[in-house]
């Protein structure tokens, strides 16, 4: 009987060991899978035709901007305006964000990053318009890459300015940042496409992919807060609560969910309230992030959303105070809380 | 082996599970999604959208839910007729057009001011009632408070966009459907 029990113990034992290592394999699964390209994976094949060469990355596809209300942003990707090209410094700042430890890199340009579109002197590899995308979170405080990233999220004697704080939590929420050749939408030819996609996990098993529409169909302000939203999934797990509101897609509930969107739209009201005008944070940039604010108000909640931007005026000056209210409890709301509770 | 001593062997494994289940703890959450142009109309009892992709190569999606909105939203996707695909898509892409638009859009901000600045109970959520039609660029928005006038461009919008909602929804009468689709006709 001891011995029956002792066998039954031991196939118990050995099916957990198998689960168990199938699990921890998962864990460390890197985030690549086997991927055969179509039709509109235009990096893919750029990079299979180039051969192992030089590769002639794709032009900016801007349908979004078919109507030519903010063609102009096109701009941010002029070399002149990509600030790091310049110091390798403030390269290791930017891959500091996440980027150093994503995959697929060394494909998307990591050995190319000043290549330039000799037609309209953009950056073009993906992995410089990521950059750019992450510079407007790293230049946007008076700081820039000087600021000590690392010091606790709660210090805020130190992190004075929303978006100083902005940049430590970028850094600190993020594992792993990677790029894919893929297109990403729903079917070929479509213009419906996915930017990015986060998988969360608390414990630097989180990661973040972005897709070709990350690149070349979005300006680097939408690139910068487009990421602020994605990692407000990666480590604090956020996922989307809602569902119908205007866009269909990456509703959240209600703006005190304090999810994505809220968060994507705390970082868009501190870039274009921002008084620290420099050459990093233009009147075009701000207006930029307005119009993005704009949007995720009105279509981005299930809930319509109470307030508008000029509630955020002090943003900036006050960057705990919004952090608080945004999760301040709705069965026991304050005058502030009601003013930024919808 | 005594059964005492297969214990740990046992629990190991267990516990290397349940930490690994919690490291992977994780979830994809797709986010980010462009594209489309998505028309948003609200009012205090009801919510109509529409999302139309530019190049009409998937279908439109559009819902209708009352509020407050609780529970699953069910979208439904259709084909536009193509006529009503293509006009929409040309009344928004018109860059003749625009000026129209943004004084519409400046309108309906200050009639909001006006609206929730005298709507009864400060704890009440303020229903704005408009049509919001956002895409890549500042969303345009089109006030449908009475004592509103809309310009004439606004209001063929608002109209259109109805029609493509009924058009969306099945909700059109075929002989709108056939006198649409034979009015676009080469």
Redesign the interface.
């Known amino acids: 009987m ?1 011995s029956r ?2 066998e039954h ?2 196939v ?2 050995a099916l ?2 198998v ?2 290592t199938g ?2 394999a ?2 460390f699964m890197p985030s690549c899978t086997a991927f055969v390209p179509d039709a509109d994976d235009a990096i893919c094949h750029a990079i299979d035709a180039a051969g192992g060469g030089p590769v002639d990355w794709p032009a900016n596809t801007y ?8 063609h102009q942003c096109e701009v941010f990707d002029h070399v002149s305006q990509s600030w790091w090209t310049e110091s390798e410094e403030a390269r290791d700042y930017l891959a500091g964000y996440g980027i150093r430890q994503g995959h697929n890199w060394a494909e998307l340009g990591r050995d190319d990053l000043t290549s330039i579109d000799e037609a309209t002197g953009y950056v073009d590899s993906p992995m410089a318009r990521t950059y750019n995308g992450y510079a407007n979170i790293a230049y946007a405080n008076a700081e820039g890459i000087d600021l000590d990233r690392g010091r606790s999220l709660d210090d805020f004697e130190y992190y004075d300015t929303f978006l100083k704080w902005a940049s430590a939590y970028v850094h600190q929420r993020t594992f792993r940042v990677s790029g894919s050749c893929e297109r990403a ?3 070929v ?15 630097r ?2 990661y973040i992919l972005l897709y070709h ?2 690149f070349y ?2 300006d680097s302000i939408w690139r910068a807060s ?1 990421v602020f ?2 990692v407000r ?1 990666a480590q604090d ?1 956020r ?2 609560t809602g ?2 509101c ?5 509703c959240d509930y209600k703006w005190s969910d304090a999810g ?1 969107n809220t968060y994507e739209m705390l970082w868009l009201a501190a870039y274009f309230h921002s008084i620290e005008q420099n050459e990093y944070v233009s009147d075009v940039r701000q207006a930029r992030a ?2 993005m604010f ?2 995720l108000r ?2 981005a909640f ?3 959303v ?1 307030w ?1 931007k000029a509630s955020f005026a002090s943003i900036n000056e006050l960057p705990e105070w919004y952090l608080e209210e945004v999760a301040c409890s709705e069965g026991a ?1 304050t005058h502030r809380c ?1 003013m930024l509770a ?1 | 082996m005594p059964i005492a001593s297969n214990r740990p062997l046992i629990w190991l494994p267990l516990v290397l599970s349940c930490l690994s289940s919690l490291a992977c703890n994780t979830q994809a959450e797709t986010s980010g999604e462009i594209g489309r142009v998505t028309f948003v109309q609200d009012d205090v009892a009801e919510r109509l959208a529409l999302r139309v992709e530019l190049t009409g190569v998937e279908p439109a999606a559009c819902m209708r839910v009352r509020k407050p909105i609780e529970g699953f939203v069910e979208w439904t996707e259709n084909a536009l007729d193509q006529a009503v695909h293509q006009k929409l898509i040309a009344l928004v892409s018109d860059a003749d057009r625009f000026d129209s638009y943004r004084s519409d859009t400046d309108l309906a901000a200050r009639s909001e001011i006006e609206g929730c600045s005298a709507w009864p109970g400060a704890d009440a959520p303020c229903y704005v009632e408009e049509l919001v039609v956002a895409g890549g660029g500042t969303p345009w928005r089109f006030s449908l408070q009475q004592g509103v006038t809309l310009s004439d461009e606004g209001q063929e919008l608002v109209d259109e966009f109805l029609t493509a909602h009924e058009d969306c929804s099945g909700t059109r009468s075929p002989s709108e459907t056939s006198t649409l689709s034979n009015s676009s006709a080469p």
């Open positions: 001891p029990l002792n113990l031991s118990r034992a957990l060991l689960a168990a699990a921890l998962y864990m349908k979004m901007w078919a109507a030519g209300q903010y939408c729903r079917t030819g479509s213009s419906a496409c996915t930017t990015a996609r986060t998988v969360s996990g608390r414990l098993n989180d529409s990350f169909d979005i487009t939203h994605e999934h797990g996922l989307h569902n119908g205007g866009r269909r897609f990456s994505s307005e119009a704009e949007m009105l279509t299930t809930e319509q109470r508008n709301p009601l919808n």
